[in-house]
């Protein structure tokens, strides 16, 4: 009787061995998403709008989204401002583009300016809603801006893979309130405000800050030390990065020390949210792309989660934006070859 309680729990313990041999690798899957590779296309509905048409490298006119999913893109962007004067990047163009974007099996980011308009290192203005608010007041307008629209997405079956709290704040937002140079702890104040009502409504979300300039180790420094030295929370660092087609290569080192620099001082993930170069360079952007990928991916510890092109689909000249990727006839250029491997 001895020996059979015996064979029967070594048996088990084999089987036992047998089925974790299975899942590990499954687990290992679903802890490690893949590499984001995305594309920000705030501009998209809007352009549509005018009358733009987008094709495939073949010519074969395709939605826009299909078209960059041709290209390698797993991933979506979307800008969110507060109450734009025509309507575009709002809540309910966000949610119908996030909408979109998840029927073609996008992952979604979104990207907050808390402004109501472009947010970026030279501008961080109030919304005019929120003009004459000082800072308990602009905490509290984050929260409920926040809350409102990613429970719109919620409501709509949306469930964002990231959060970004703020737009390129080299020197916070909402100005001058939350100006890091002349209070950093309002700043972690905003950024914390968003981050928690983020994590209420989509607990699984990871929370970003972003920062332009990703070859600037100085910059990045100042701000993410301020704000640790502060408490704010947040999950992940990003960047911008936009070099020339003859500085890419330096630019590029450069940001890689970064990155893996922002991941021993502070134990948070990183990306590129932002990468763009000029449209006439499409050789040298496709070098600089696939290597930035490349390098991000590199980043210590797997922690570096993706690289993002800054409105790839602009052509014809598009709001005079020349750092688009696809060409005058609607097609993606060369440089979108980068995110294919």
Partial sequence: MNSILKQISVAGYSAALVIAGLLSPLANSLQA??????????????????????????????????????????????????????????????????????????????????????????????????????????????????????????????????????????????????????????????????????????????????????????????????????GAKYDVIAMSLYPTAGDWAKLNNQCLVNLNDMVARYGKEVMISEVGMDVRAEAAAKSFLTDIIAKTRSVSGGKGLGVFYWEPECHNNWQDYDKGAFGNKGRPTLALDAFKS
């Fill in 33 to 230: 998403a893949p590499f984001a590779k995305g594309a920000d296309v705030g501009w998209l509905s809007q352009m549509e709008a005018s009358g733009i048409k987008f094709f495939s490298a073949d010519g074969a006119q395709q939605d826009c989204l299909r078209v960059l999913q041709g290209c390698g893109m797993n991933s979506i962007r979307l800008r969110v401002w507060v109450s734009p004067t025509d309507g575009w990047c709002g809540q309910a163009d966000v949610v119908r583009m996030a909408v979109r974007a998840k029927n073609f099996g996008y992952r979604i980011m979104i990207d907050f300016h808390y402004s109501d308009w472009w947010a970026d290192p030279g501008k961080q203005n109030k919304p005019a809603a929120w003009s004459s608010h000082r800072i308990d007041q602009l905490v509290t307008d984050v929260a409920n801006h926040t809350t409102s629209v990613l429970t719109a997405l919620k409501a709509a079956g949306i469930a964002p893979e990231w959060v970004q709290v703020g737009n390129e704040t080299n020197d916070g937002m909402l100005w001058p309130d939350g100006r890091a140079s002349t209070n950093m702890a309002d700043f972690a104040k905003l950024v914390t405000s968003g981050y928690d009502s983020a994590k209420a409504v989509f607990p699984d979300a990871k929370v970003i800050v972003h920062i332009s300039n990703g070859y600037d180790n100085g910059l990045f420094r100042w701000i993410f030390d301020g704000l640790k030295a502060n």
